[in-house]
């Protein structure tokens, strides 16, 4: 029995390295195999779409941070001015016309 054991060990290590050589293709390979390269393919794929989208956006931000909101930061201010001062003239608070007058022209320029 001991014999046949070792036989057996020999016998499968003999086949194992049968096998390793042969590269398996869809014909036959298992169902299983085959759906799970293709789903880690596609998962590898949307991981590295969305790396590559995450990437774009930080610049897309970047770029607007740095070159583009400094701009246009003047006008802003100007046109929440503007509106504070239409905000105070429709709740009844005394407002100087001349001023939203002068703020509106600015805004407008």
């Known amino acids: 029995m001991n014999d046949q054991s070792a036989e057996k060990t020999v016998n499968q290590s003999v086949v194992k390295e049968e096998r390793m050589g042969e590269t398996k293709t869809v014909y036959n390979a298992s169902g299983g195999e085959v759906f799970w390269k293709n789903f880690l393919a596609g998962f590898g794929r949307a991981l590295g779409s ?20 400094p701009q246009i930061k003047p006008w802003l201010d100007q046109y929440a001015k503007a509106i504070e001062v239409l905000t105070q003239q429709k709740g009844g608070q005394s407002g100087n016309q001349q001023e939203l007058q002068q703020m509106m022209e600015k805004l407008y320029r």
Do not use: E, K, P, R
């Open 50 to 69: 969305v790396f590559v989208y995450l990437l774009f956006l930080g610049l897309i931000v970047y770029l607007f941070t740095n070159y583009l909101f």
